[in-house]
């Protein structure tokens, strides 16, 4: 107790001290000796206040280094309670606004937005920390609730993260800000023209909008990051460089520091890195932005006659810049930005245009922006040059050779491709000569070909089906592909379910039948045999709001005949996560289906229905698990009953006390279906493989797990296999770690393990594997690249670069390309592939990663571009083919257009 109660005096001391602590000497960005310093010179004169609008999570404003700077609309505050006085659509925005849902609450409960507040105006009082100036006015406009709602809903809906924004940029011009800064940012399916437009008039309000470059490493285009109007930054460290996670390329125009920045933290959340009440030190280029707006505020506040374009001349001007091989990059310099003067500034803009489109003869031509950020005339020379030499010839072609001042003209930049193929992603380097003094700049593209018409397959969907996205496949458990679709029609009477196949270019309906108090469909499948007619069985739930049924409905193949209805019925209070659901077949007559139950009381599972359960016996412990069910000629029964139990216990001479659970999902060999089952013994875990069976004995098999983590739900089947002699493999796989892949056999028990020997990157995730020309390859993934090796001598073939998106660590989402394994025909050989759509995340294409014989490269000769009226959807197989679905608006008319890959 006493010792209790000395924590709690410890802990309370923290937290008392926490603003009596001097941080500053953990600022390294502040300390001018420093090689990455922002330089803040001292006594800034200041004419007017200054304002920056954090597009965030919200702001502590109760944080003792904060509640000074956060910006008052005075007439709210002072007004009626409920009531909007100031008529601006927003009620008690007297500390700003909350965008992100119906609350009006603006307080950060995630820490993102106060950590970016305090980087611009913490309290400079010789305590805690400092910002860059704290006479700079924070506006807090929450667009972030701290869920990843934002990230889920399609553009135009309300609480998209571009309607919030631009509703947002419409609320910062209201409020006069000076500088808009968004430490976030999204994808290319999520992005909406309507925020460009809102930008543009950000801008024409005299209103900068800086925002974060993002932490992926890479070069691609992102939002709000590669749009005109925005100033992008990107992150360095200590020593001036670029950081490790930071984006880089064109889209960046300058860089801030990043790494190891310590800020405010609302003070009731948990300090990860300092563990100091109310700080923390994080990385991320989210960190970057808020240094940038907060020199764009000072340097406005200094001069408020600046207009934006001499704002940011003097930004990008006053750099700090560091010259590499063929390019050079700058970071802020806040003393010279405010010392410099009006000069010619001649700036290429490569934002944006990430792919380069080339017509049948490899040749193209791209016209880009050029513009004029000072008050003065100038001529200028611009240069560009590639590296790796795979063009014949490559040009800039100026339209000018003298621009005005705050001019804008383009630039023509052509060439002619050697080779398509060559991989698709090239640099380009650009430089600017001006008044004897040259700029350089790098840029990468990706070399792509147009669709042509004759690529795409017209076809044609019922009239019901707006998208082929509203059809699912049916999975077929037998010896043939059914090939059939089905969708869910709602009527007045019932859901309808209709099922159709392919046929020549159109889907034709095949059968349907109506469904009556529906609560959900969670699996339709396909269930054929050796001289047995296919049967399509469809598992359902439906009842009302006192009466759940379970239903596994029958029909001939032809939906002429309703052979049987099997049903068990379901107390409401009953939980049955239907979404994990998964069914294999097991001998003719029987369908295991994979449920994990939670029982919140023995008496709510109807256990006359299901038959005799593991309920009978009393195994408390099994009360929330996984179980295995299947279907009998008089119902749903159980497989894991009280006669599996026995049997088990007896078999391997268990304990009652034991605990047994099944914690793979099944797998289905050549038609043998399998369960992973795990045993734990005096603290000991054994794995098992199960082969469902009601007629025979049990049969087990030990799982070895000198390879293969026996009590892992996260391993994933490697299911690709040559289409050509339909060889299928049987290989799992799982991540072990930050640097290994173990591999398991489940029919040799032969286990491999890859140890990937760059450790500076981690691996994330199996994409999955292909077996062609007698060769297992493997693909996984880390944040950057996509990497290929074979499970013969585990030798990695070669890596390609992969988009992703992530701005801060605290919103999880899934937000990477999609792949789709298989194998191709290229350079005159099946290789193992991967195809790859960026078109969702922030490019504008499909590609395709082929192994060949030493490397992997994504060909140009299959690189397409996603025509700007098109949207892809998800791969497809058709006649054992696959296909890329596209929906193409032609006029005021959507249409269908399947391209094969």
Not at 65 to 80: A, D, K, P, T
Not at 116 to 122: E, R
Not at 429 to 440: L, Y
Not at 772 to 778: A, K
Request: charged content about 20%; hydrophobic content about 35%.
């Amino acid at each position: 107790m006493k010792l209790k109660k000395l924590l709690t005096l410890i802990l309370l001391s923290i937290n008392a001290l926490a603003t009596d602590v001097d941080l500053e000497g953990h600022q390294w960005f502040l300390d001018n000796n420093s090689p990455g310093s922002i330089m803040v010179p001292d006594n800034i004169k200041l004419e007017k206040t200054p304002i920056v609008a954090v597009f965030d999570f919200g702001v502590d404003y109760d944080h003792p280094e904060l509640s000074h700077s956060i910006h008052r609309n005075e007439v709210e505050c002072s007004g009626v309670q409920g009531k909007d006085d100031d008529n601006n659509g927003y009620i008690d925005d007297c500390y700003g606004v909350n965008l992100s849902d119906s609350s009006n609450n603006i307080k950060d409960l995630n820490g993102h937005g106060t950590h970016v507040s305090g980087i611009i105006s913490a309290l400079n009082d010789g305590r805690g920390i400092r910002g860059v100036d704290d006479r700079i006015k924070i506006l807090p406009v929450r667009i972030f609730n701290g869920s990843s709602r934002p990230f889920r809903v399609k553009p135009g809906h309300p609480f998209s993260v571009t309607s919030i924004i631009e509703k947002g940029i419409d609320y910062a011009i209201k409020r006069k800000v000076d500088v808009i800064n968004i430490s976030a940012g999204w994808l290319n399916k999520m992005h909406s023209t309507k925020i460009e437009q809102a930008i543009i008039r950000a801008n024409d309000a005299g209103i900068i909008v800086v925002s974060a470059a993002g932490n992926n490493m890479n070069s691609s285009n992102q939002y709000p990051c590669s749009l005109e109007g925005v100033l992008c930054v990107g992150a360095i460290g200590k020593s001036g460089t670029i950081s490790d996670f930071s984006n880089f390329g064109g889209m960046v125009d300058i860089y801030a520091p990043g790494e190891e920045i310590v800020s405010t933290i609302p003070t009731d959340n948990y300090s990860t890195n300092l563990t100091i009440s109310g700080y923390d030190k994080l990385d991320g280029s989210s960190q970057s932005a808020p240094f940038v707006s907060a020199a764009i505020a000072l340097l406005k506040g200094n001069n408020p006659t600046l207009s934006n374009a001499e704002v940011i001349q003097r930004i990008l001007d006053g750099s700090t810049t560091v010259k590499g091989d063929l390019t050079e990059y700058r970071f802020l310099n806040i003393k010279r930005a405010l010392s410099i003067r009006a000069n010619p500034s001649i700036y290429p803009v490569l934002k944006k245009n990430s792919t380069i489109a080339l017509n049948k003869n490899l040749e193209f031509s791209l016209r880009l922006p050029i513009q004029s950020l000072g008050n003065k005339s100038s001529a200028f020379k611009l240069e560009c040059s590639s590296l790796s030499q795979s063009f014949t010839d490559l040009s800039c072609i100026s339209l000018k050779d003298r621009l005005n001042p705050f001019e804008k003209s383009e630039f023509i930049l052509k060439g002619k491709l050697k080779d398509s193929k060559q991989d698709n992603l090239i640099n380009i380097d650009f430089s600017i000569t001006q008044d004897g003094k040259e700029k350089r700049f790098r840029k990468s593209f990706y070399l792509v070909k147009n669709f042509n018409k004759q690529d795409l397959i017209s076809f044609k969907l019922p009239t019901e089906i707006p998208s082929i996205n509203n059809m699912q496949p049916v999975k077929t458990y037998g010896y043939k592909d059914s090939s059939l679709f089905f969708s869910m029609v709602k009527r007045q009477d019932g859901v309808e379910v209709i099922f159709y196949k392919f046929q020549g270019t159109s889907f034709k309906q095949t059968g349907s039948f109506l469904m009556q108090n529906l609560l959900s469909v969670y699996n339709i499948v396909s269930v054929q045999s050796h001289g047995r007619q296919e049967n399509i069985i469809v598992y359902s739930t439906q009842g009302d709001v006192d009466t759940k049924i379970l239903k596994a409905a029958y029909f001939d193949s032809k939906f002429g005949q309703h052979l049987s209805t099997l049903e068990a019925k379901i107390n409401t209070n009953t939980k049955i996560d239907t979404s994990k659901i998964t069914f294999i077949k097991a001998e003719d007559k029987l369908l295991v289906g994979y449920l994990t139950t939670s029982f919140l009381d023995q008496k709510d599972f109807d256990a006359t229905t299901w038959g005799k359960t593991y309920l009978d016996i009393n195994f408390q412990h099994r009360d929330i698990g996984k179980h295995l069910f299947y279907i009998a000629e008089d119902g749903f029964r159980a497989f894991d009953n009280e006669q599996f139990y026995q049997d088990l216990y007896t078999q391997l001479n268990l304990n009652w006390i034991d605990k047994t659970w099944f914690n793979a999902s099944p797998i289905d060999f050549d038609g043998v279906p399998t369960y992973q089952l795990s045993i734990e013994q005096n603290g000991n875990i054994t794995g098992y493989i199960v082969v469902p069976s009601i007629n025979s004995p049990l049969e087990l098999e030990p799982l070895s797990n000198d390879y293969f983590d026996i009590n892992n739900t996260n391993a994933i089947r490697v299911e690709n296999f040559n289409f050509m002699n339909n060889k299928k493999n049987t290989l799992v796989a799982k991540v072990n770690g930050e640097h290994i892949i173990n591999l398991f056999d489940y029919m040799t028990e032969q286990g491999l393990q890859f140890r990937q020997e760059n450790t500076s990157e981690k691996i994330q995730s199996v994409v999955g594997g292909v077996f062609v020309d007698n060769e297992q390859v493997i693909f996984y993934e880390t944040k950057k690249h996509l990497i290929a090796f074979n499970t013969r001598d585990l030798s990695v073939k070669h890596k390609v670069q992969i988009d992703r998106l992530n701005y801060f660590q605290n919103i999880q989402e899934s937000l990477t390309d999609l792949y789709n394994p298989g194998a191709t025909y290229f350079d005159g050989k099946d290789r193992a592939s991967v195809f790859m759509d960026f078109s969702h995340i922030n490019s504008n294409f499909v590609s395709t990663a082929v192994v060949t014989d030493n490397t992997m490269i994504r060909p140009v000769e299959l690189s397409f571009r996603i025509p700007n009226n098109c949207k892809t959807q998800n791969v497809i197989e058709l006649e054992q083919k696959k296909y890329l679905p596209l929906t193409c608006l032609e006029g005021d008319v959507e249409k269908q257009f399947l391209k094969a890959i």
